[in-house]
C-alpha cells in the first residue's frame, strides 16, 4: 500500500475513534437543565436526551439515558423545581442502555408507571438481552423494567392534561418508538416530536436484508417519522437533529424561533432513509462476494 495513503487512513480511524470516545464522554457530562418550550424541559446529560414533560396533576418523563447518570436526571428534575414524586409516567424510546440503562432506578425513585411499545416492553423486560436486537452481544446490558405497560401504535397516554402519542418507528430496534405531543407557550402551542434513531447499526453478520419484513418496517418508519407534527425535533442523541446549536441560536436570540422548524422530521427521515438503503446495496454485495 502506499505509504501516503497508509498513513491518511491510519489517520482518519484514529481521529473516528477520539470522536466516538468524545461522544460517548458527553454522554454523561453534566447538562444544566433548560426549558424547551411550554412545559416541556430538557434533563438529559449533555450526550443524551430525557425529556420532561409537566402538569399540576403530574408530569411525564422520555427517556432515563445510561444508568449511572440516574443521580444527574433526578438532580435535574430538582433544579428546575419539581418533586421527583411527581413525575408519574416514564415513557421510552428505544431499550438500549444508553437511553433505558436508567429508567429502572428512576421508575423506582419516582414511582411512575413505565411505558413503551408491545416490543418496546418486552426488550425493557430483558434488560438488553434481547436476541432481535440488530445491535445484540454487542449492545451493554443494564438493569431489567418491570412491569412495563403497552403502549399501542397511535395511541395516546396521559398525564393530567399531557397527551403523549406513541408513534411505532422499529428499525433501530424492533421496539423503537417515537413520540408526539403539544406545549404551549405565551398563547401559542406547538407540536413536539421525540423522534428515536433512524440509523441502521447491527453487530458483524447481522443483515437486515436477510428480513423482508424487517425491511418494510424500516421503510415504514421513514413514511411515519415524514408525516409526523413536528414544530420542534429533538432526538434521543442530540448532536443527531442539531438540537443543541438550535437551543444555542435561540438563547442567543432570546426566541423560539430559532427552535421551531415544521420540516425538520422530513428531512430528518429524508437524510435517514438512503443511509438505509446504502447499508442494504452493501449486505447485497457481500452476499454475492461471500455466497452466503
Same mark, same amino acid.
Given at each position: ?82 418533586r ?20 429502572a ?15 418496546? @416492553? !418486552?426488550?425493557? $423486560? ?6 432481535? &436486537? /440488530?445491535?445484540?452481544?454487542? %449492545?451493554?446490558?443494564?438493569? =431489567? ?44 402551542c ?58 444555542? @441560536? !435561540?438563547d442567543? $436570540?432570546h ?5 421551531? &422548524? /415544521?420540516?425538520?422530521?422530513r %428531512?430528518?427521515?429524508?437524510? =435517514? ?15 454475492r462476494?461471500?455466497g452466503?
Amino acid at each position: 500500500m502506499n505509504p501516503f495513503i497508509r498513513t491518511t487512513l491510519i489517520g482518519a480511524s484514529l481521529f473516528l475513534a477520539s470522536l466516538a470516545h468524545a461522544q460517548e464522554a458527553s454522554w454523561s457530562q453534566p447538562q444544566q437543565p433548560f426549558r424547551i418550550y411550554g412545559n416541556s424541559w430538557y434533563v438529559g446529560t449533555r450526550g443524551l436526551s430525557a425529556i420532561l414533560v409537566t402538569s399540576p396533576q403530574g408530569h411525564v418523563l422520555i427517556d432515563g439515558t445510561l444508568e449511572d447518570n440516574a443521580a444527574q436526571i433526578e438532580a435535574n428534575i430538582r433544579t428546575l423545581g419539581f418533586r421527583l414524586r411527581d413525575v408519574r409516567l416514564i415513557l421510552n424510546s428505544h431499550a438500549h442502555s444508553d437511553h433505558a440503562g436508567a429508567i429502572a432506578r428512576l421508575a423506582r425513585d419516582s414511582g411512575a408507571t413505565v411505558a413503551a411499545s408491545a416490543t418496546g @416492553a !418486552r426488550e425493557l $423486560g430483558l434488560g438488553g438481552d434481547d436476541p432481535d &436486537d /440488530p445491535q445484540y452481544g454487542m %449492545a451493554p446490558r443494564y438493569p =431489567a423494567v418491570a412491569p412495563v405497560e403497552v403502549v399501542a401504535d397511535g395511541a395516546a397516554v396521559r398525564v393530567g392534561p399531557i397527551a403523549m402519542v406513541a408513534h411505532y418507528t422499529p428499525g433501530h430496534t424492533p421496539g423503537s418508538t417515537s413520540w408526539t405531543w403539544r406545549s404551549c407557550e405565551a398563547g401559542r402551542c406547538l407540536a413536539l416530536a421525540y423522534v428515536d434513531s433512524l440509523t441502521a447499526l447491527g453487530r458483524d453478520g447481522f443483515r437486515y436484508g436477510d428480513e423482508p419484513a424487517r425491511v418494510a418496517a424500516f421503510r415504514h418508519s421513514f413514511a411515519t417519522v415524514a408525516g409526523l407534527p413536528c414544530d420542534i425535533l429533538i432526538t434521543p442523541h442530540p448532536e443527531a437533529s442539531g438540537f443543541m446549536q438550535k437551543v444555542a @441560536a !435561540r438563547d442567543r $436570540g432570546h426566541s423560539s424561533a430559532a427552535l421551531v &422548524d /415544521p420540516g425538520a422530521c422530513r %428531512a430528518y427521515a429524508a437524510a =435517514a432513509e438512503p443511509r438505509f438503503e446504502e447499508r442494504l446495496a452493501k449486505e447485497r454485495q457481500e452476499a454475492r462476494t461471500t455466497g452466503k
